[in-house]
């Protein structure tokens, strides 16, 4: 009897051992959870997650937040017991807020696969809080059979001066070619923000270059350095279109499917209007808002995101090495990387799949060029509407009549209205 309880007792302790090392194995394995930020990519990465289980046994859970809910949603996620693993932080504030719970990403697998450090967020004390994953760009869409049938090669346009020549030449010889040089541009709510919202950034960038450092807060004033730059480009797009410039205030006309049906060559927009026009010019490409700025033959797009990883530094050692391993072999799995390039655009990686979208794509060759990135300088607007309404209004008036004295209100629109509207901001 003593023997057979001496077996009991020896057997039980067995089974005990056995189940505490199961738990520790299941432990130290770790498991993932990423609050997705991007709901129109939900259905992709469950199968990514899923895929990578089937090859790993590593749990990967995909919450996404609601469209225009995740800071709420991240704020709830991270208060439960089982908070997630991997979440972004795509902006300056979003790294004031979520510092302490970001796991420094400096010399991760993951941060050394990146193609550039032009997505990347980093503290004050210089920690790498988070990595972009995708971004998008704009820029100036081009139809390169036109140019070619104008007598121009792409190759060819890489400043300033070569656009300017061809565009001006394209429309001095407009009803001969059949298309202009640059589709409309409509200065009502529908397209304005191409130009106060897109196109002013080549000065606020300029600006940041000049300084030496990019900014990561709105600053309380700008010098308008660079407007006159964004004036040249500015006039030649207007001055050279299928729509006069004093028809613009009112709005009514269809650049895309003027740039879609063959009317125009050039068209100021971004990364997002591929799929909208590529059927109908499929080999379309992009090229920088070239200005008159020294240098400028290395421009590359203006590119930004707010879709940068994060890693929690909470989560035990276990879930952050889990997290670290999936997010390398998102990046690097041709499979993987496949699908989520497909469903993000582009991915700022050596070894991730090419991108489809053509105009990301030319972002890509750009930086692989060793060409710069114009960052989303123009995100620090403050109280963008009113700024930009002022803008507007100026803009209307120099279209009316372009003198030396309306551009001048332009300017005060531009620079003193930055100073005006981030005192208003800020109290």
């Given at each position: 009897m003593r023997m057979k309880k001496k077996i009991l007792v020896i057997t039980l302790c067995v089974c005990m051992a056995l189940t505490l090392l199961a738990g520790c194995a299941k432990e130290q394995k770790g498991s993932v959870y990423w609050l997705n930020f991007k709901p129109e990519s939900d259905e992709v990465l469950q199968q990514v997650a899923e895929m990578y289980k089937e090859k790993t046994g590593v749990e990967v859970k995909v919450v996404t937040a609601a469209s225009g809910t995740y800071s709420q949603t991240l704020t709830s996620e991270m208060d439960k017991s089982a908070p997630p693993?991997?979440?972004?932080?795509?902006n300056s504030a979003g790294v004031k807020t979520w510092d302490d719970y970001a796991l420094d990403l400096k010399d991760t697998a993951v941060a050394k696969e990146l193609s550039t450090d032009a997505y990347n967020l980093y503290d004050e004390s210089g920690k790498l809080v988070s990595i972009g994953y995708c971004y998008e760009c704009y820029g100036i869409i081009v139809n390169p059979d036109l140019l070619k049938q104008a007598g121009y090669e792409l190759a060819d346009i890489n400043n300033f001066a070569a656009l300017k020549a061809a565009a001006e030449d394209i429309h001095a010889r407009a009803a001969e070619l059949g298309f202009d040089a640059f589709t409309s541009n409509d200065m009502d709510s529908s397209s304005s923000w191409r130009y106060t919202g897109h196109m002013i950034n080549l000065d606020y960038y300029y600006e940041e270059k000049e300084a030496g450092k990019t900014w990561t807060e709105c600053p309380d004033t700008i010098t308008g350095a660079y407007v006159d730059n964004f004036r040249q480009l500015y006039d030649l797009c207007v001055n050279n279109s299928t729509v006069d410039r004093s028809d613009l205030a009112t709005g009514g006309h269809d650049a895309q499917n003027e740039f879609k049906t063959g009317k125009a060559v050039f068209y100021v927009q971004g990364s997002w209007e591929?799929?909208?026009?590529?059927?109908?010019?499929?080999?379309?490409?992009?090229?920088?808002?070239?200005?008159?700025?020294e240098g400028e033959e290395n421009a590359g797009l203006n590119c930004g995101t707010e879709n940068c990883w994060a890693v929690n530094a909470k989560a035990s050692e276990a879930d952050q090495k889990a997290t670290l391993d999936f997010m390398y072999w998102c990046v690097t799995d041709p499979e993987a990387s496949?699908?989520?390039?497909?469903?993000?655009?582009?991915?700022?990686?050596?070894n991730a799949a090419a991108s489809t979208n053509g105009f990301l794509k030319a972002s890509e060759d750009y930086s692989a060029?060793?060409?710069?990135?114009?960052?989303?300088a123009t995100n620090y607007q403050p109280q963008v509407d009113d700024y930009r309404a002022a803008f507007v209004s100026a803009l209307n008036q120099y279209n009316a009549d372009p003198s030396d004295a309306n551009w001048e209100n332009v300017r005060t629109a531009i620079v003193e209205g930055w100073a005006t509207q981030a005192a208003i901001a800020k109290g």
């Open positions: 693993t991997l979440f972004v932080i795509g591929y799929s909208k026009v590529a059927d109908s010019v499929p080999n379309a490409t992009m090229i920088p808002y070239y200005c008159g700025v496949r699908m989520l390039v497909d469903s993000f655009g582009v991915m700022p990686y050596k060029k060793g060409c710069y990135v114009m960052d989303w």
